[in-house]
């Protein structure tokens, strides 16, 4: 089991910036694929960033340009930084790792575990 927490969601103003980590217990953290989606009112979950190693990065067109994934594999954490924010970006975000697979994929059901969730409001 690999449990996944993110933190680091919030309040913030249309055109401001947020890091969202989520820390991850699995212990093959550096051979997993790992992304985030998000979840906004009303809607299915979708797509957000995935990445396998530094320079290894994917994103979803409505945030490329203003999001950045990243990871430490000694922190066993994974990055998800924002900026430019819209409030079309007000969504719980979820953190999902592929174990022990390194793969470019957008797909959810190819995510093995998943984050609780943690809510980001743009407030305009």
């Known amino acids: 089991q690999v449990q996944l927490v993110e933190s680091g969601g919030g309040l913030v103003q249309a055109g401001g910036s947020l890091r969202l980590s989520c820390a991850s217990s699995g212990r093959t953290f550096s051979g997993d694929t790992m992304a985030w989606f998000r979840q906004a009112p009303g809607k299915e979950r979708q797509f957000v960033a995935s990445?396998?190693?530094?320079?290894?990065?994917y994103y979803a067109d409505s945030l490329k340009g203003r999001a950045a994934i990243s990871r430490d594999n000694v922190k066993r954490t994974v990055y998800l930084e924002m900026s430019s924010l819209k409030p079309e970006d007000t969504a719980v975000y979820y953190c999902?790792?592929?174990?022990?697979?390194?793969?470019?994929?957008?797909?959810?059901?190819?995510?093995?575990?998943w984050g609780q969730g943690t809510q980001v409001t743009v407030s305009s």
């Open positions: 990445i396998l190693w530094p320079g290894a990065t």
């Open positions: 999902a790792a592929r174990v022990g697979q390194l793969v470019r994929t957008a797909t959810q059901d190819n995510y093995d575990y």
